[in-house]
């Protein structure tokens, strides 16, 4: 009887908002949290960063008040970071939650992150850290073409899917096809990890000229509220993985003369565009359902959550 009882029981539910950035994920996140008493669980890779306060769109501290934030700025630029430590991090945090909560919200624009929490990480071989070292030295010395011609050569099959203007992907493959002696893709695909809750996709969306006005609103918004000052006191850490970001290498690049403030500012935008557009695409493989991401349909979305929980 009593295992009938336990089979019986509703499994947890993770309501994951995912969408582009500037589309109000934030702001649906908290008014979630606040209405069904939870929390949430930060999986956006550039909010772990507590220097990266406002070129990645962080919580405010007023926000970070109303409802408590999980990986948000408990990380320093110059600590090792990967998806790896948060699939091992986050994942016993929310079944430690999960004991005295019904519901939890997770949200962000980091796509690789929430896989990592939904569905688990392909497990790849130890890395040999020389590779790594060589691999970056030849990013600054040659170039990112010099990184995507060596992927090209070791791993076709993954040069064909990779986001070829992130040299951080483009080392960890490589990293990878060097230490192992085989592919990159070789790796991918493996079977999944079974996870102890119901994902419930939630996703916000809009028409794309409206999508645009709210980046450029938005990066406005940010050299207003000091982006250069904050991009000018982490410029002697530029090299690092965290700061290979949109917002802070193109005020980097108007530091080194390279180019104007106001194309700094102009580019900052255009590559946002850019990298909502990825998110974009890569979000269209999730089973969610949709919604505008406007805040008037903020109690449908409430609704149609609860009319889950029920």
Same mark, same amino acid.
């Given at each position: 009887? $009593? ?9 947890? !539910? ?6 582009? *950035? ?13 209405h ?9 890779? $550039?909010? /772990? ?6 070129? *990645? ?12 934030h999980? /990986?948000?700025? @408990? ?6 970071y ?8 986050s994942?016993? !945090? +929310?079944?430690?939650? /999960?004991?005295?909560?019904k519901t939890? +919200?997770?949200v962000?624009?980091s796509g ?6 939904l569905?688990?990480?392909d ?9 790594? !070292?060589? !691999?970056?030295t030849?990013?600054q ?15 076709? =099959? ?19 096809c ?14 999944? *990890? ?13 028409? $794309?000229?409206k ?9 406005d ?11 000018k006191?982490?410029?002697?850490n530029?090299q690092l ?5 949109v917002?802070y290498?193109?005020?980097f690049d ?9 194309k ?15 998110? +974009?695409? %890569? ?6 359902? %949709?919604?505008?991401?406007?805040s008037e349909n ?6 149609? =959550?609860? @009319?889950?929980?029920?």
């Open positions: 009887m $009593r295992a009938e009882t336990y089979s019986m029981k509703k499994p947890k !539910l993770l309501v994951v908002l995912i969408g582009p *950035t500037a589309i109000g994920k934030t702001a649906l996140a908290i008014r979630l949290a606040r069904f008493d939870t929390e949430i669980i930060s999986a956006d890779s $550039r909010q /772990f960063f507590r220097e990266m306060k406002i070129g *990645t769109a962080a919580p405010s501290p007023i926000e970070l008040k109303k409802v408590l999980h /990986f948000i700025g @408990h990380k320093s630029i110059s600590d090792e990967s998806v790896g430590h948060f699939e091992n991090e994942i016993p !945090l +929310i079944n430690s939650l /999960f004991e005295n909560k939890l +919200i997770l962000g624009g690789l992150y929430i896989d990592a929490v569905f688990g990480l497990r790849f071989p130890a890395i040999n850290p020389e590779y790594r !070292l060589q !691999l970056n030849l990013l010395e040659k170039g990112i073409e010099t990184l995507q011609n060596l992927l090209q050569q070791k791993d076709p =099959v993954y040069f064909g899917k990779v986001d070829r203007d992130n040299p951080h992907r483009l080392i960890r493959a490589l990293e990878v060097l230490s192992s002696g085989k592919p990159y893709s070789a790796f991918l695909n493996q079977k999944k *990890t079974a996870r102890h809750f119901q994902p419930l996709i939630i996703g916000l969306q809009t028409e $794309r000229k999508l645009y006005e709210r980046i450029n609103k938005r990066v918004q940010m050299v207003s509220d000091g982006l250069e000052n904050e991009a006191s982490l410029y002697p530029k993985n965290a700061l290979q970001t917002g290498q193109e005020f108007f530091f080194d003369g390279a180019i104007t403030r106001e700094a500012i102009e580019s900052i935008k255009q590559n946002t565009r850019r990298f909502a557009k990825r998110q +974009i695409t %890569w979000f269209k493989k999730y089973d969610a359902t %949709w919604f505008d991401g406007n903020y109690q449908a979305i409430i609704e149609f =959550v609860q @009319h889950k929980i029920s």
